[in-house]
């Protein structure tokens, strides 16, 4: 196991850094899209392209998903029970 003292504080609500990373993330996924009715791409490296450009978009909503989902919520209530043991103690 590890030492708690190690962890260091959580995470603070709302992290800029990790909204900015997630629109750049969806808005180069979104712009790969958009760039596909425009540029010509060879047959060879078309799956590849549409592979590539997924895990772009999958990453960047994961990242969103991730700030402004359930896990808020749970870092809220892991709080407040964090709170609930330390007055029992």
């Known amino acids: 196991m590890s ?4 962890l260091g504080p959580p ?3 709302g ?3 990790r909204a900015i990373v997630g629109f750049l993330a969806l808005a180069a ?3 790969g899209l958009a760039a596909l009715f425009f ?3 060879p047959a060879r490296n ?3 392209l549409l592979l590539a450009l997924g895990i772009v978009l999958g990453w960047g909503s994961g990242v969103i998903a ?9 870092r809220k209530a892991a709080e407040v029970a964090m709170k609930q043991i330390e007055k029992r103690g």
């Not at 991730?66 to 749970?74: R, V």
């Open 29 to 31: 996924g979104i712009g």
């Open 15 to 17: 992290s800029l850094f």
């Open 66 to 74: 991730s700030e402004y989902g359930a896990s808020t919520t749970g």
């Open 39 to 41: 540029v010509e791409i």
């Open 3 to 6: 030492d708690d003292s190690t």
């Open 46 to 48: 078309e799956n590849a």
């Open 11 to 13: 995470p603070k609500d």
